[in-house]
């Protein structure tokens, strides 16, 4: 019974905060817009029973699917996002990795000052630290004053309003989030493998790529997992830093249901968003679970 309830305690969280709300985002995505509060006219009524629901199956459609596809901008905004998404993801780990093994290699009285620097921008709210990119990265701002005073440039840089001012925000945003999960794997490595490498007549650097590398997979693919997902969906960066061109689906997502008032185009924008970060993540499960299967 204790394990009952255990085990029962993370579905209902589940239940309540994932599939109740899908359920109601999926419902809106399958109605008609309509000029009233809230804005849809839904196809199914709760109220009517399995018969409503008979009747909800026989006229259902999905038009609102069906014009994101007809829309060049719905499939381009995803496209841009997951470009952005996936660079973004790449320079954040190419940052993080090193700075994760620093902080594993350290000694292990300074680890929980390191740490909690690390963790230090989250005491800041979110949105002052991105206003204070802002600044930073304007064209009299402090990095193009810094780089005018060492002569690197001689006029300053239009950084601002660029795709490059999201990807900076992005890495400095969620490198925290890459960074926890390979110093949590790369501080619990045995050093003894590193030994037994070298005793095998490895260099160091041929031990780092062979071993250390290697088992530090599971927190690098967690770390990129934890930086993906949320860039995808990022509204506030390229909404505050990005330019006119910096098209991403949180904005477009922000602009149907705030500016259009379109809630059922904009839930259906939602559930594609959703599927397009789920499906990857189930596949690759159940990938993981098939090679433990192998290797057993």
């Known amino acids: 019974m204790r394990r009952a309830v255990v085990i029962l305690i993370p579905y209902l969280w589940l239940v309540a905060l994932f599939l109740v709300p899908f359920g109601i985002v999926l419902k809106i995505s399958l109605s008609d817009i309509a000029t009233a509060i809230p804005p849809y006219t839904p196809n199914f009524d709760f109220s009517a029973g399995w018969a409503g ?50 902080m594993a290699q350290a000694p292990k009285e300074w680890q929980p000052t390191l740490m909690m620097l690390i963790i230090l921008p989250f005491w800041t709210s979110f949105l002052i630290r991105v206003y ?43 490198i925290p989030f890459m960074i926890l999960p390979i110093y949590a794997t790369l501080e619990k490595l045995d050093p003894s493998y590193l030994e037994a490498a070298e005793d095998l007549g490895c260099s160091r650097t041929q031990a780092f790529w062979s071993v250390t590398v290697p088992l530090s997979k599971p927190g690098v693919i967690a770390g990129c997992f934890l930086v993906f997902i949320p860039a995808v969906g990022e509204f506030v960066i390229p909404s ?29 924008v939602a559930i594609i968003l959703l599927l397009i970060l789920v499906i990857p993540i189930v596949l690759f499960q159940k990938q993981q679970e098939r090679q433990q299967e192998a290797d057993s």
């Not at 830093?241 to 259906?268: H, Y």
């Open 240 to 268: 505050l830093l990005g330019g006119s061109k910096t098209l991403m689906i949180g904005k477009v997502l922000w602009d149907e249901f705030f500016a259009n008032r379109d809630w059922p185009v904009a839930s259906a």
């Open 53 to 102: 629901f008979k009747e909800f199956l026989s006229q259902l459609d999905f038009e609102n699917f069906i014009w994101l596809t007809e829309d060049d901008l719905y499939w381009k905004a995803y496209l841009s996002s997951l470009k952005i998404a996936i660079i973004s993801t790449i320079l954040t780990l190419l940052a993080g990795f090193p700075i994760a093994y620093a």
């Open 132 to 174: 204070a990119w802002m600044g930073i990265l304007s064209t009299e701002g402090f990095l193009n004053q810094f780089l005018l005073w060492i002569g690197l440039i001689d006029s300053p840089l239009q950084i601002l309003n660029t795709d490059w001012a999201v990807y900076i925000a992005i890495i400095y945003t969620y």
